[in-house]
Every structure is written in structure tokens, then in C-alpha cells.
């Protein structure tokens, strides 16, 4: 059984044509690309917390690499290295096998490079930072939103707190929702190629990792503002719930949910000038990928208002993950 060295040398040392230096010495030796600012991610992911212990190790691996790269699509930034510390319970090298493959897998895809990392013996636990690099005064934040903008969010939040709720057992989903949930929890795709195209068209962004309602009211405390939120401009996950006969009010309630408070998701929710509405319509077809406005930004209180088809307001008990919350 090979030794700590020996198994990052097995599994993970793989060549870094990006780097001057990688995987081998005390540290690894970048060098930015001329004029450009770095921007540093880093995020922790813990069996029973973060993912199923029996989740499938290659999946793990792409989740493990994706959700990093996840918050430099948030900052509009390229994405370019990546470390990787981890804890392993015991040396299992068909488990580290198919994790190694999903995990470079994304890299591959998303074009960066592992430069360096550390393992330990401990519970399983996962540490991934993602570098990235972006022009001076180029990157998206969350502290632009202004009166009068719209919000907008990627792809259909809510599927993989969907998914979540199918393998623990507290949902039974209709074909095919069990397997595009279950894919949405366990591989998500990073935005990176809308965060760029975002560049000098969003006012402010954020990833959706904790929840629609909470990193929406993160990105409104952090630009002083309110929010208005409609309902009837979600994205609609079509056929979930049926209709007629076979209309299941208790499933379409917990899409609502996981719509507006599951987690999990990756996508992105950005916040544009009125004059950028048709520039968004173009970004969406160029990347194929479903863009929805869902409400607006408005002067006041930075809190979240949530608006019903009559324009009620309604209020949710739920509005996102704390991993220190009640």
C-alpha cells in the first residue's frame, strides 16, 4: 500500500503545462498572465455536510473541483490552478482511482491545472482553492447592484435540493426528475463562460451555493439595496408536480422550496442595468444556457421582498443554508 507521498504521487501529480513549478516541492510556482489581478477561492467539503458518504467517487471528485470554480465564474474571472488537500479515513485506491478521474476530468474541461495539494489521515474531508485571474477593475462583485436593475438567474435552481430530498428518501420524483436532480446535485457545472460574458454587462453576482433567497439577500446587503421578487418569473420545472388528476400540490410546493431556499445549485444570479435586457437574450443563446429575469432592485432596506402571481407579498421561513444557523 503506498505511503502518503506515493499516493499523490500516483493519483494526483499530473503534468501542469500552465505552471513554472508544480506538484513536487514546498510550493508551486505561477505566474499571472501580464496585467491581470488574481482571484482566490477556497471551499470545504465534509462527508455527511457537503455530500452522501456513499456518493460515487467520481462525481465527488468533479463536485469537489466544480464548486470552487463555481465562485471565480461569480467574480467573472478565468479559471487557471487549483490545490487540493484532503483527509482520507483509510487508503482505498480503487475509491482515490475514480475520484482522481472525475476530479481532472473537470479540470481538463475547464482548463486548469492541480498544482499542489497535502493529504492526512482523518474523517473525509475535502479543501480545494481555485485561482483564477481577471483584469484590474474587471471583476464581478456583489457590491454594484443599483435601484432599477434586474435580476437575473442561470439554469433551473432547486434541482439538486430536489435530488438531495429523492436519495434521502423525503420525495418521490416522476421520471426522468430523479436522474436530472440527482446529476444537478452531484455534477454541476461551473458558469464560467457566462461570468466572463457577464464582464461589462452585470452590475453585481453571486453563485448560488446556500440558497436563492439567502445569497440574494447576501448580494443586497452588500450593495445597500432591496430586492423584488416574483414568483411567477422562476423558472418552471415543467411536469414535476403533473396536472389533472395526477397534480401532486405537496411536490410542487417543496420545487418551491428547494426553488428558493435548497442550495446547492452553482448557478448564477447577477444583477444587470434595464438597458442590458436584450444583451442577456444574446448571451443566452450564444452559450445555450437558460437565462431568467426574476425580479428587480429596489431602494430601501437590503432585504428580499417575494411577490405571489397577484403581487402579494408572501413570506418564506426558509431562505437558505447556515452551517452555524438554527
Known amino acids: 500500500m503506498p505511503g502518503e507521498f506515493g499516493l499523490i504521487a500516483k493519483y494526483f501529480a ?72 484532503g483527509a482520507l479515513p483509510t487508503v482505498d485506491e480503487a475509491w482515490l482511482a475514480k475520484f482522481a478521474d472525475g476530479l481532472f476530468a473537470c479540470a481538463r474541461e475547464f482548463g486548469v491545472d492541480v498544482v499542489g495539494g497535502d493529504t492526512t489521515r482523518g474523517p473525509l474531508n475535502l479543501c480545494l482553492t481555485a485561482i483564477g485571474e481577471v483584469e484590474p477593475g474587471r471583476a464581478l462583485r456583489r457590491d454594484g447592484a443599483r435601484p432599477g436593475d434586474e435580476i437575473w438567474v442561470s439554469g433551473r435552481p432547486g434541482l439538486a435540493a430536489l435530488g438531495l430530498a429523492h436519495l434521502q428518501g423525503r420525495v418521490s420524483l416522476p421520471e426522468p426528475w430523479p436522474r436530472l436532480c440527482v446529476a444537478a446535485l452531484e455534477k454541476p457545472r461551473p458558469r464560467l463562460a457566462l461570468g466572463q460574458a457577464l464582464v461589462g454587462v452585470a452590475s453585481a453576482a453571486i453563485d448560488i451555493s446556500d440558497g436563492l433567497l439567502g ?81 428587480e432592485i429596489v431602494a430601501g432596506e437590503p432585504t428580499v421582498t417575494v411577490f405571489d402571481p397577484d403581487g402579494q407579498a408572501v413570506e418564506f421561513a426558509r431562505k437558505g443554508y447556515d452551517h452555524f444557523g438554527q
Open 215 to 295: 445569497d440574494l439577500g447576501h448580494l443586497c446587503r452588500r450593495s445597500g439595496v432591496g430586492a423584488a421578487l416574483r414568483l411567477v418569473q422562476l423558472p418552471q420545472l415543467r411536469d414535476l408536480a403533473g396536472s389533472g388528476d395526477s397534480y401532486d400540490a405537496d411536490l410542487r410546493r417543496l420545487a418551491l422550496e428547494c426553488q428558493l431556499a435548497g442550495g446547492d445549485d452553482y448557478e448564477l444570479l447577477f444583477t444587470v442595468p434595464a438597458a442590458q435586457h436584450t444583451r442577456l437574450g444574446a448571451i443566452a443563446a450564444e452559450l445555450e444556457l437558460p437565462l431568467w429575469c426574476i425580479g
Open 14 to 85: 499530473r503534468p501542469t503545462p500552465s505552471a513554472v513549478l508544480g506538484p513536487g516541492d514546498d510550493c508551486a510556482l505561477l505566474q499571472p498572465s501580464p496585467g491581470c489581478q488574481l482571484a482566490v477561492t477556497t471551499d470545504m467539503l465534509v462527508a455527511g455536510v457537503h455530500f452522501l458518504p456513499d456518493t460515487d467517487p467520481g462525481r465527488l471528485g468533479w463536485k469537489t473541483l466544480a464548486v470552487n470554480l463555481s465562485d471565480l465564474a461569480a467574480m467573472g474571472a478565468r479559471a487557471r490552478w487549483v490545490t487540493l488537500a
